[in-house]
């Protein structure tokens, strides 16, 4: 029984690192992408800014 646990615990922790490695990947993908997203919002307001200008 003992052997199991010890077996199985270090398994577990390992599959958390692997989820967790992951997650992070995720969260930078989405982060970058609403890095983006902000830039061409940015962007097209300065335009409609040039536009009010003229």
Known sequence: MANMIAI???IIIGIN??????????DSVY???GQKEQ???KERE???AR???L
């Not at 690192?17 to 995720?26: N, Q, R, S, V």
Request: proline share 4%; aromatic share 4%; charged share 40%.
């Open 8 to 10: 199985t615990i270090p």
């Open 17 to 26: 690192g692997i989820l967790l490695i992951a997650l992070e990947i995720i």
């Open 31 to 33: 982060r970058k992408k």
């Open 39 to 41: 830039e061409k919002e």
């Open 46 to 48: 300065e335009i409609k």
């Open 51 to 53: 536009w009010d200008q």
